[in-house]
């Protein structure tokens, strides 16, 4: 069946590094890519998203880059802080359907003072 | 805009009793989705609405029911309790048109605990 894959279950920087999270998706039919933030206790927050028609996309402090090619998905956050501690994960939607959205089990990025 | 509201918070139930969680969002999305999450694993669809009076199953369906009589809301209905329901439970929406190809919005989770 589908799946969506995330490389590191744990990943720790340096506050004021760059971080990059990664993503691998199983179908190639997947069209719609959305990064998620959740932190302790809360939902699932949208952070940016791309259409299988793009290779990047950037929002503030983010920038997420799509290798159709090799099925990878990375979430690049600039400068991290503090507060980007969270666990970060992936979703891809399939074409057909409404609702078949495949979720990644997530990576816990830790902000080193 | 208040977004997706999900209540309770928290709940323990015991094994055989019931209860309903509430889900309710003001952006008059059409469509509405529940989520659980178990450690360690990606969200698993329970059931899904397109819009009022239309529910089906997602993956995971089985001891839970759903109704869906209005826009707003969308609670999911448990049914026999069972300590595999354990987990927490996310309530999601998000509007119908952008091809398809628009975020889910999610609301806090209900963290169930069934002994």
């Known amino acids: 069946g589908e799946s969506v894959g995330l490389h590191l279950p744990t990943l720790s920087v340096q506050e004021g590094d760059n971080s990059i999270i990664n993503c691998a998706y199983s179908?190639?039919?997947?069209?719609?890519f959305i990064w998620y933030k959740q932190e302790s206790g809360k939902g699932p927050q949208f952070i940016i998203d791309?259409?299988?028609?793009?290779d990047k996309r950037q929002g503030q402090r983010v920038t997420v880059l799509l290798n159709k090619t090799v099925k990878h998905l990375s979430l690049q956050i600039a400068a991290t802080q503090p507060g980007d501690s969270a666990v970060y994960f992936c979703?891809?939607?399939?074409?057909?359907?409404?609702?078949?959205?495949?979720f990644g089990t997530g990576t816990r990025l830790k902000v080193l003072a | 805009n208040a977004g997706v509201t999900q209540t309770p918070k928290f709940r323990i139930l015991k094994i055989g009793q019931s209860m309903t969680l509430q889900c309710t969002q003001d952006?008059?999305?059409?469509?509405m989705y529940w989520y659980r999450q178990d450690p360690g694993m990606g969200l698993k669809l329970i059931y899904y609405?397109?819009?009022?009076?239309?529910?089906d199953k997602g993956e995971v369906p089985n001891g839970y029911n759903v109704s869906r009589s209005t826009t707003e809301d969308f609670p999911l209905r448990l049914e026999l309790a069972a300590p595999s329901q354990t987990s927490v439970y996310f309530c999601?929406?998000?509007?119908?048109?952008?091809?398809?190809?628009?975020?889910?919005?999610f609301g806090n989770g209900t963290r169930l605990t069934v002994t």
């Open positions: 952006m008059n999305h059409n469509y």
């Open positions: 179908n190639s039919a997947s069209d719609y």
């Open positions: 609405s397109v819009g009022a009076g239309i529910t």
């Open positions: 791309i259409r299988s028609n793009m």
């Open positions: 999601a929406s998000r509007p119908s048109g952008h091809n398809n190809n628009s975020p889910l919005h």
């Open positions: 979703a891809a939607k399939l074409p057909s359907g409404t609702y078949k959205y495949i």
